[in-house]
């Protein structure tokens, strides 16, 4: 009797403590949620820029210092690119809405304009395509007036994005300095709290650091497929400083989603307001129909070619991904989806003959 209610007691402490932790472990959830993005993207930037962080090691001897050091080399590399991208894309971005704003001033303001570029475009539409009867300046007139109503509100949440983005920003090297410095013990960790072996975590890790090391790879050679045809089409199209945007549109396609289309897109709008429709088109449909859908096909094939994954799953992964996790995921995506895999083929060499055989 005695040796079964210590039995119950050790059961009874056993699932308290169980539920303890599953409520911990979502509280802990909760708190971070809002920062499940940035601590991803600072993981990444800890695995891809280990070798980095490796050498800092060896110049200075307090990991203090070379974690700060990792991350402030870190911050170069990657703020650089996107401060210079961002800079370009505002300053086109500035040309647009001033000639928009010089132009709409002789027009009686920005919908009035609008809606007389609209009219000018349904005109020449019409003279290859049968348009119905319809009030063509009423129509117009209430695009416009959305349009302007929509722009006004986007301004206004840009606003708070720019304080979200440096919230976020601030978290990811804030966090990363403390990956540089305790990644080891880290690592160690969590091989000591999974119930697998060390082979097996040392995996699942390995397959990880494959993947964005492979995920990387992949950007590098969209971003210089992509500056290659945006630079070729502006040469084609007369636009000044094609090598110029050439780097610039390979530095933005590192940007996840949006990517090239900062460069492209806002020279498409110029065209268009400078009265340039039929080469704003022509780059329109060359931004959207090739250089876009060159992520779709480079990225998976190379991540495909390094992690021995089919391409077909790696598509999925990134769409799906990013859908999923937002921009990030187009980094989680595939690192989930190899982390799967490889569970899958540990599962598939495990041995289980410690199940006990069933009844003759």
Request: hydrophobic share 55%; net charge positive.
């Amino acid at each position: 009797m005695h040796n079964i209610d210590e039995t119950v007691k050790k059961q009874t402490a056993v699932i308290c403590l169980l539920a303890v932790a599953v409520a911990g472990i979502y509280a802990c959830y909760l708190i971070v949620r809002p920062f499940l993005g940035p601590l991803m993207i600072a993981v990444m930037l800890a695995i891809v820029f280990h070798p980095l962080h490796t050498r800092m090691q060896a110049l200075f001897r307090r990991p203090n210092a070379a974690a700060i050091a990792s991350t402030m080399l870190v911050l170069l590399v990657v703020a650089i690119p996107v401060v210079v991208v961002g800079v370009t894309v505002s300053a086109e971005l500035r040309d647009v809405i001033q000639m928009l704003r010089d132009q709409s001033a002789s027009h009686g303001g920005v919908s009035a304009y609008l809606t007389q570029l609209g009219e000018g475009w349904l005109s020449r539409l019409a003279n290859f395509v049968h348009l119905p009867q319809m009030d063509a300046h009423a129509t117009l007139l209430r695009w416009a007036e959305q349009s302007s109503s929509y722009l006004l509100a986007f301004g206004a949440g840009a606003v708070s994005n720019i304080f979200t983005f440096v919230l976020n920003a601030v978290v990811v090297f804030f966090s990363l300095v403390f990956f540089f410095r305790e990644g080891r013990s880290i690592r160690t960790w969590l091989i000591e709290m999974l119930p697998l072996s060390k082979g097996q975590v040392e995996k699942l890790f390995d397959e990880v650091n494959k993947t964005l090391i492979a995920n990387l790879y992949g950007g590098i050679a969209v971003g210089l497929a992509q500056g290659a045809l945006t630079g070729l089409s502006f040469w084609a199209l007369g636009i000044s400083a094609p090598v110029l945007w050439t780097l610039m549109t390979a530095l933005a396609s590192l940007i996840p989603v949006v990517g090239s289309a900062l460069i492209w897109g806002p020279a498409a709008v110029f065209l268009l307001l400078t009265g340039h429709w039929v080469k704003a088109l022509i780059l329109f449909g060359w931004g959207a129909g090739v250089v876009a859908q060159i992520d779709a096909v480079v990225r998976p094939y190379v991540l495909s070619a390094r992690v021995k994954v089919h391409p077909l799953l790696i598509f999925f992964a990134l769409m799906g991904g990013v859908k999923a996790f937002g921009p990030i995921g187009i980094f989680a995506g595939p690192v989930v989806l190899s982390v799967t895999l490889a569970t899958l083929e540990m599962l598939k060499t495990t041995d289980f003959s410690w199940q006990s055989p069933p009844p003759a």
